[in-house]
């Protein structure tokens, strides 16, 4: 089994295999001179917290051992031979594969406007120890986008002491991620923070140190930072000739148009039911990962899933379970004081969604009880939803 990537989906594969009891060899080739780590820290804890500063690996040297994964460390797969089996890497050497699992990720998107190669993105550790140069108490960072990546890192620089600015071209932040209600608190947090938010406006160009809006304003900053989201890394899959739907295309067993070659991750999209959807979260590559490997053992496994995204923000915590964009109508839940969550119900009364944002752990228990009734494809009581006297665990039994 050979798997290319060194993130979270790359891990999970490699202890996944082991855990089904497979005893052939496994090949791990990531592009990173670091073992896979956890990667949602990068934007947070990484950055303002001196303790947490070092990666939070998902594999080190020790389990590598026990579960005798053969690594290939800061090498680049070139192409993918899908005739012979077998993977290219740059320096000329090949490894052949019985079946191939692609966790390349994303790869954060490019300004493509006049001077975007002077916004600095986020990716991986590496980024993380320059930013943390650059958020120094006092300075000035501007952040270009209003979805979670900028957000946090927003966030992040607020917490040090930075003078921090937002500007996202669309109507409102987190336009594509979660309801109005929501975008609104988050919104109202980063402003009593100190955080300049310039919303509705795009971009002219920008220089090293200033970024000239649309309407002719120049924002001055020591520091840019794009934020506008993350594309698929499916150059090497493509050029294998694999189908490609935004993301490599998978069925729902995590299998590509090949047979032989499975893909899990940010780069990976799915069915979902009749959907084909593509998700950039944690507990995803995770699952995806699990069916995938699965599927690669001739277990013919389905992959089944509730679609669920966090985000840290000041002391907010935010939750997405679902497919919020199916719901056609909203009810409110006020489950503590500074708490709400929204669920989304379809024209036929099922749940689709659920969105919550409160301090700490607030919203935690009902996001999870939302998530299992998405699952059974239920039907709550709209009524029983909104009533916060009465617990929502009923509606599982119901």
């Given amino acids: 089994m050979v798997i290319v990537g060194g993130g979270l989906a790359a891990a999970r594969a490699c202890i996944n295999l082991r855990a089904n009891d497979f005893a052939g060899s496994i090949t791990l080739i990531s592009e990173e001179n670091l073992l896979p780590y956890d990667r949602p820290p990068l934007s947070k804890a990484s950055i303002v917290d001196e303790a947490a500063f070092a990666p939070i690996g998902l594999l080190d040297d020790d389990i590598v051992k026990s579960l005798n994964v053969d690594v290939h460390l800061g090498k680049t797969v070139t192409s993918i031979d899908r005739a012979e089996k077998s993977v290219a890497l740059h320096d000329g050497s090949k490894i052949f594969y019985h079946k191939l699992l692609i966790a390349t990720g994303a790869k954060p998107r490019k300004l493509n406007c006049l001077g975007g190669e002077h916004a600095l993105t986020l990716r991986d550790h590496s980024d ?13 960072i501007v952040v270009i986008g209003g979805g979670f990546i900028g957000l946090e890192l927003a966030s992040s620089a607020s917490k040090l002491g930075c003078h921090v600015t937002v500007i996202e071209a669309q109507p409102r932040i987190l336009m594509r991620g979660v309801p109005e209600p929501i975008s609104k608190i988050v919104y109202d947090a980063h402003v009593s923070a100190g955080v300049n938010m310039i919303i509705g406006t795009g971009l002219s160009h920008l220089t090293a140190h200033s970024v000239h809006l649309a309407y002719g304003r120049e924002v001055v900053a020591d520091t840019i930072i794009a934020g506008v989201g993350a594309a698929p890394e499916t150059k090497l899959a493509a050029e294998a000739g694999l189908a490609i739907e935004n993301g490599i295309a998978c069925n729902d067993h995590m299998q590509t148009s090949d047979a032989d070659i499975f893909a899990a991750g940010d780069c990976a999209s799915f069915m979902l039911g009749d959907r084909r959807i593509r998700l950039e979260a944690w507990r995803s590559a995770q699952e995806q990962a699990a069916t995938a490997v699965a ?28 497919q919020a964009d199916l719901g056609s109508q909203t009810v409110m839940r006020i489950p503590a004081e500074g708490a709400l969550v929204l669920f989304h119900l379809g024209v036929d009364g099922m749940i689709k969604g659920a969105s919550g944002i409160g301090i700490g752990n607030s919203i935690g228990r009902d996001i999870k ?22 617990p929502l665990k009923l509606l599982l039994k119901a």
Wanted: with cysteine; charged share 20%.
């Fill in 369 to 390: 009880v939302a998530e299992m009734l998405i699952a059974k494809n239920a039907k709550p009581s709209p009524q029983v939803l909104a009533d916060v006297s009465q």
């Fill in 295 to 322: 599927n690669m053992l001739g277990l013919n496994k389905k992959h089944n899933c509730v679609p669920w995204f966090w985000s840290d923000q000041y002391d907010l915590s935010m939750q997405i379970a679902g």
């Fill in 128 to 140: 993380t120890v320059l930013l943390r140069e650059k958020f120094q108490a006092g300075k000035k």
